[in-house]
């Protein structure tokens, strides 16, 4: 019995921490919105999380789409990363597809900027290749 209730704790503990890190993206510091885009690419590599992200999916989308569009050169790479787990672990349902089809001309956008950092761009082509194969219903 404690055994599970301390997994519980452990769950609920990750699930605040990373509340915590969606809530930075949106703060003034571009230093404070990287950190937390960092922290949000390691746990969504690390451990499954669909169903904590299901609920917070838009939340995050609409987070990580002005971190692509007001953010420079690290930040647009490290939002496109976290675009790509996000998308792995939304998986192929129409979830999925939300969050690309929300974000893909937001992504486009930046791949054919020339202006952009050649470390967003190359994080947005890889979000854009990765989401397409993962979360895309239109074979187009």
């Known amino acids: 019995g404690s055994e599970a209730a301390s997994e519980q704790g452990q769950e609920e503990e990750v699930e605040d921490r990373l509340k915590e890190h969606m ?29 904590f992200l299901l609920e917070r999916r ?43 089809c929300s974000l893909k001309p937001l992504l486009v956008s930046i791949l054919t900027d020339s202006t952009a950092s050649p470390s967003a761009r190359q994080s947005c082509a890889t979000a854009l290749g990765m989401c397409c194969y993962i979360a895309a219903a239109d074979l187009e």
Do not use: I
């Open 23 to 51: 809530d930075s993206l949106l703060d003034k510091s571009a230093k404070t919105r990287q950190a937390a885009l960092q922290s949000l690419s390691l746990a969504l590599s690390s451990k499954t999380l669909s169903e």
């Open 58 to 100: 838009l939340t995050l989308t609409d987070s990580l789409e002005k971190c692509l569009k007001k953010g420079k050169g690290e930040e647009q790479g490290l939002a496109g990363t976290v675009l790509t787990l996000l998308c792995l672990q939304m998986g192929s349902g129409p979830e999925g597809e939300e969050v690309f």
